[in-house]
């Protein structure tokens, strides 16, 4: 009997992976889309709770993924080169994970099947963010239950 091929994030590299496996990897939490500030001096990246306009607060998905880009000026796609240095991505994140030699975190959709085990496991941001459009100060929004 011959055992089963491992899941392709644990035998391809970020940069070999086809679209649809790369986007798979995307556990919907929402991180990324919040507003992040950075220390100069240290580097050290601090998140906010404001999301992204687009963000949509309940199911922590881009409410027009084709066209982020073009519409938010600083939405940033996240490709295999941008992770040569994923710092500003929360360490719970599948892609800085990969990237850095490290396996997907027991909660992801990937391995559990249910894209709801991101929310139970307290990962997801929905019902936790404000909209960036009702902020003047993102110095008044770090958080801390990111990391």
Not at 68 to 78: H, K, L, N, P
Not at 111 to 140: I, K, Q
Request: hydrophobic share 35%; charged share 30%.
């Amino acid at each position: 009997m011959k055992a089963a091929d491992p899941p392709f994030w644990r035998r391809k590299a970020l940069r070999d992976m086809t679209l649809e496996e790369w986007e798979s990897l995307c556990d919907g939490c929402g991180k990324c889309c919040l507003h992040k500030l950075e220390d100069a001096d240290t580097g050290e990246v601090y998140y906010t709770d404001v999301r992204c306009r687009l963000l949509d607060e309940r199911t922590g998905r881009c409410g027009d993924y084709a066209n982020r880009a073009a519409r938010v000026s600083d939405c940033i796609t996240i490709t295999p080169e941008l992770l040569a240095d994923p710092y500003w991505l929360p360490t719970s994140c599948a892609y800085r994970r990969l990237a850095e030699g490290r396996d997907l975190p027991d909660w992801h959709p990937l391995l559990t099947g249910d894209p709801a085990t991101v929310v139970r496991a307290g990962h997801c941001v929905c019902g936790r963010t404000v909209s960036e459009d009702d902020v003047d100060d993102l110095e008044e929004h770090i958080i801390q239950w990111i990391r």
